[in-house]
C-alpha cells in the first residue's frame, strides 16, 4: 500500500505561477497570503493528511460507518481524526475572521481540501458539508443565526449538512414534498430526507441540518421552496445544548464506496415535528442554494482532482516495483519493471497530465471566486463571477467524469492485482465514482453550461474566454523550446473546434433546445479537454522563463514542459471528435422512440 504525499510543488506552482499569487494578494482582504504563508499552510496540511488521515483510509472502506438503535458509529480512529483536525485549526482555515476563522481566500483552502481528499475523502465529506453550511449563512443567516451557529460550525465543534434530496425529489428539486408548518418564531418540519452525508454521527457534539422544505400555502414548484436551519440538539439563548430535535436516522445506505460516510435516511417529524427555523425569506431556498451550489460544486470537482492524484500515486509505486518481462529487443539479461514498458509509461503520463490539467483549471477557478468577492473593482468583481460560472460545471463535471477515468486506468496499470481489493487501487475507482452524480450528475451540470450559462448569454463569456485561448499562440509561436512549439497546432486546432461547437451551441439553443441538450455532455467534456490544454499550454510557457531564468527546480520545471507536451499530443486530439460530436451529433441521439430502446 503507498503512502500519500502531497504534491506541494505542483500546487504551489499553480497557485502562485499559473494563478497567479500576486493577483490575489494585491486585494486588500488577501494581502496576508504572502508565498511563506502558503508554504507553511500547505506543509503542514500535507503532514496531517499523510500522517492522520490516510493511514485511516483503507480500514475506514473495510470496516464501514454502522447504524445501531438510530446511533451512527464511525469507523475506528475516525473520531480521534476529528478531534485531531478540529484542534489544529483546520476546519477554521477559510471561515470568517468575526466568527472565529482565519479567513483564508479559497485559492489557498484549495490545496489545503485537495489534499484532505486525496488521503481520505469519506472523512473530509463531513468538515465540506459543514463548510456548505457556513456558506448558506454567511449569504443569508440572519445576525442572530449567525452568531448562534457559525462559531461552533467554524471552530468544528458541530457539523453540517446539506438535505435537499427525498426519493421523488433527486436531480428535480422542485419536487421537494418536505414541509415546514409555521409555529411562533420557528417552524414544525415533517418529511423523510435519503442520501444524507454524515446525517448522523457522534463525532461532534451537535449537527446543524440545512433542510429545503414547503410552507402550507406555497406556491408549486421551484419557487415554492424554503430553506430551514434544523438543529439537532436545540439550542439554548446562552449557546448551550437543549433537548433533542425530532430527527432521527433511519437507515444508512450499503454503497460502491465512500464506504466511512454514512450516507443516512434522515426523518423529520415522527413526533410532534422538528423544530427549525427560516434561512432568508420564504420560497427563496432554491435560489439560495444555487448561490451556494458554486462553491459545493468547486468541491465535488476537486475531489475528482484529489481521488485522480492518489489513484496515480498508488499506480506509480506499483510500477516502479512490479518486475515483469524485459525490456523491448531484449531476449535475456534482467528483468525490469513495468515503468520501462512504453505502454505503462503512457498510462502513468495519461494519469499525471489530466491531474495536472485538473488541477490547473480547478484552482484558477478558485482564484476567479476569491475574486468575485474580494477585488476592489466592481466591473472585476462581475468579470470574474461570469468566469466562475462558466468554469464551476466544467469543473465539477469534466474533473470528476476524468477522475473515474483515471482511477481505472490505475488499476488497469496493476494488472491482475488491480481488481484485488486488498491492493487498494479499487477503492480509488469505487470511490471516485460518486462524484460525478452528487452535488448534480455530469447530465445536470451540462444542462447547466449549455442552458444558463452558454445559452443565456449568448455566449459571451464563453467567446472572451476562448479569445484569451487564441491569443496564447502568438506566445508559443515566440517560444525557443521546440517542446512548446510542438503543442502549437494541436492547440490552436482544438481551440477553433471549440468556438465551432460553441458557436453551434448559440445558434441552435433558442430554435432546438432538445437537440442542444442531446450533445450537451460531450460540448462539457470538449470544454475541460481544451482548458485542460490551455493551463498544460500556459503552465509549459512559465516553466520555460524559470528555466531561462535559472531560478527554482530546473527538473520540476523540464518535466512539467515535457507533461505537457503529451497532453497536447495525446489528449487534446480528443478535442477534435468531441467538436464533431456536437455539432453533428445530436440527431442520432433523438433518433428512436422510446419503444425501440
Ligand atoms: C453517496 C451519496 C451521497 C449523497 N449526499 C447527499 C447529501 O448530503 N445531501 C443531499 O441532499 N443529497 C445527497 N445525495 C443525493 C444526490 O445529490 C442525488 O443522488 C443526485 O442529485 C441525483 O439525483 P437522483 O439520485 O434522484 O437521480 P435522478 O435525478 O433520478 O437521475 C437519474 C438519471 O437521470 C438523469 N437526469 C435526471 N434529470 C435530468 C435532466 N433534467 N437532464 C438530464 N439528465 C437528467 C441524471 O443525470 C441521471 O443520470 C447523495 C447521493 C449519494 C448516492
New binding site residues.
Given amino acids: 500500500m503507498s503512502t500519500y504525499a502531497a504534491p506541494l510543488k505542483d500546487m504551489q506552482f499553480v497557485i502562485e505561477e499559473l494563478v497567479g499569487l500576486a493577483d490575489i494578494t494585491a486585494m486588500p482582504a488577501c494581502s496576508e497570503v504572502t508565498p511563506d504563508v502558503i508554504e507553511a499552510v500547505l506543509g503542514e496540511a500535507a503532514k496531517f493528511a499523510a500522517e492522520v488521515l490516510d493511514p485511516l483510509n483503507r480500514s475506514g472502506d473495510v470496516q464501514g460507518a454502522q447504524l445501531t438503535d438510530g446511533k451512527v458509529t464511525p469507523p475506528r480512529g475516525f473520531a480521534e481524526a476529528y478531534q485531531q483536525f478540529t484542534a489544529a485549526g483546520w476546519n477554521s482555515l477559510a471561515g470568517q475572521t468575526e466568527f472565529g476563522g482565519q479567513g483564508l481566500p479559497h485559492v489557498v483552502a484549495m490545496p489545503v481540501q485537495e489534499m484532505w481528499n486525496s488521503a481520505n475523502m469519506a472523512f473530509c465529506l463531513c468538515p465540506m458539508?459543514t463548510s456548505g453550511v457556513l456558506e448558506a449563512l454567511t449569504i443569508r443567516g440572519s445576525p442572530a443565526q449567525q452568531k448562534m451557529f457559525m462559531p461552533k460550525l467554524i471552530s468544528g465543534e458541530w457539523t453540517g449538512?446539506?438535505?435537499?434530496?427525498e426519493s421523488q425529489?433527486?436531480?428535480?428539486l422542485s419536487a421537494v414534498r418536505t414541509r415546514a408548518v409555521p409555529e411562533g418564531d420557528h417552524y414544525r418540519i415533517h418529511g423523510t430526507?435519503?442520501?444524507?452525508?454524515?446525517?448522523e454521527h457522534d463525532m461532534s457534539r451537535n449537527i446543524i441540518h440545512l433542510v429545503l422544505a414547503r410552507t402550507p400555502d406555497a406556491p408549486e414548484g421551484v419557487k415554492g421552496i424554503s430553506l430551514f436551519i434544523v438543529p439537532k440538539f436545540l439550542v439554548n439563548a446562552d449557546g448551550s445544548l437543549g433537548a433533542r430535535n425530532d430527527v432521527k436516522c433511519v437507515s444508512i445506505?450499503h454503497?460502491m464506496g465512500?464506504h466511512a460516510?454514512p450516507?443516512c435516511v434522515l426523518s423529520y417529524g415522527d413526533g410532534e415535528g422538528a423544530i427549525g427555523y427560516l434561512v432568508g425569506e420564504e420560497n427563496r431556498g432554491l435560489e439560495y442554494m444555487f448561490i451556494m451550489m458554486n462553491h459545493a460544486r468547486l468541491g465535488v470537482g476537486l475531489e475528482g482532482v484529489a481521488l485522480a492524484e492518489r489513484a496515480y500515486q498508488h499506480a506509480r509505486e506499483y510500477a516502479k516495483t512490479r518486475v515483469q518481462g524485459r525490456a523491448i529487443g531484449q531476449k535475456s539479461g534482467d528483468r525490469v519493471t513495468i515503468i520501462h514498458h512504453p505502454d505503462v509509461r503512457r498510462m502513468l503520463l495519461t494519469m499525471k497530465s489530466q491531474i495536472e490539467a485538473m488541477r490547473a483549471l480547478a484552482y484558477t477557478a478558485s482564484a476567479a471566486l476569491d475574486k468575485s468577492r474580494h477585488h476592489p473593482d466592481e466591473k472585476e468583481r462581475r468579470r470574474n463571477q461570469a468566469y466562475v460560472d462558466l468554469l464551476i460545471p466544467i469543473v465539477k463535471g469534466w474533473c470528476t467524469e476524468q477522475s473515474i477515468e483515471v482511477a481505472s486506468t490505475g488499476v488497469q496499470i496493476h494488472g491482475g492485482m488491480g481488481f484485488i481489493e486488498e491492493t487498494g487501487a479499487t477503492q480509488y475507482l469505487r470511490d471516485a465514482r460518486?462524484t460525478a452524480?452528487?452535488?448534480?450528475?455530469?447530465?445536470?451540470q451540462a444542462?447547466d453550461l449549455v442552458g444558463r450559462k452558454v445559452g443565456y448569454e449568448k455566449g459571451a463569456t464563453a467567446f472572451a474566454v476562448i479569445g484569451e485561448m487564441r491569443g496564447l499562440d502568438a506566445e508559443l509561436a515566440r517560444s525557443q523550446n521546440t517542446d512548446i512549439t510542438a503543442q502549437r497546432d494541436n492547440f490552436k486546432h482544438a481551440v477553433e473546434g471549440l468556438a465551432v461547437a460553441t458557436q453551434w451551441v448559440v445558434d441552435t439553443f433558442p430554435k432546438d433546445p432538445n437537440a442542444v441538450?442531446a450533445v450537451s455532455v460531450p460540448y462539457l467534456m470538449l470544454w475541460g479537454t481544451v482548458a485542460g490544454g490551455w493551463m498544460m499550454a500556459r503552465a509549459a510557457l512559465l516553466a520555460d522563463a524559470k528555466l531561462a531564468a535559472g531560478t527554482g527546480d530546473a527538473d520540476f520545471y523540464r518535466t512539467k514542459i515535457a507533461t505537457a507536451r503529451f497532453y497536447a499530443e495525446h489528449i487534446l486530439p480528443q478535442a477534435d471528435c468531441l467538436a464533431t460530436e456536437v455539432v453533428s451529433g445530436a440527431a442520432s441521439v433523438l433518433a428512436l422512440t422510446e419503444a425501440q430502446f
Fill in positions: 458539508l449538512t446539506m438535505n435537499l434530496t425529489a433527486g436531480s428535480d430526507k435519503i442520501f444524507i452525508t454524515w446525517g445506505e454503497k465512500i460516510s450516507t460518486i452524480i452528487y452535488e448534480g450528475t455530469t447530465g445536470i444542462a441538450a
